[in-house]
């Protein structure tokens, strides 16, 4: 059961920046990481339901942004990847690599507003960016998907 749970919590990990135009294909940094084992330590340390990863896929958010377990595991993942650094500040370019993002002012953008918002706790930073990134995704694709049926 248990390496079901891993597997499943993978599988959303792993769908957290597939989407479409505003991707490209690179292999670099991800052929160097582990991210199973990465998130099996993070969600060792802070347990994350399946509910939460598919929130987060499907609405660009967690259902309960009150509950900080979910937002410590993504500040341990967005840590162990290099994304996050020790200060909590945001490595764009590792970034930008590692979810594949082409548009990069999107990551520079949401960076910006992690730091505007002037939040201390480094769990609360590390969704707050994810978020953004999740969000704009979205909507970058929405509005392609809405253009394309023009």
């Not at 998907?145 to 023009?150: L, N, Q, S, T």
């Amino acid at each position: 059961m248990y390496q079901l749970k891993i597997f499943i919590l993978c599988f959303f990990c792993s769908l957290l920046f597939v989407s479409g135009n505003h991707m490209r294909h690179t292999r670099e940094s991800k052929d160097t990481i582990n991210t199973t084992d990465i998130m099996t330590k993070c969600n060792q340390t802070f347990p994350i339901k399946i509910e939460y990863l598919h929130d987060l896929n499907t609405t660009g958010s967690f259902s309960d942004e009150s509950e900080k377990v979910p937002m410590c595991y993504v500040h341990c993942y967005l840590t162990k990847i290099g994304v996050m650094g020790e200060e909590n500040q945001i490595n764009s370019e590792r970034a930008a690599n590692f979810y594949e993002i082409e548009d990069e002012d999107m990551i520079d953008d949401c960076n910006n507003e992690m730091v505007a918002a002037s939040i201390s706790d480094s769990c609360a930073k590390a969704y707050f960016f994810l978020r953004c990134l999740m969000t704009r995704a979205m909507i970058d694709n929405k509005n392609r998907d809405e253009d394309a049926v023009k």
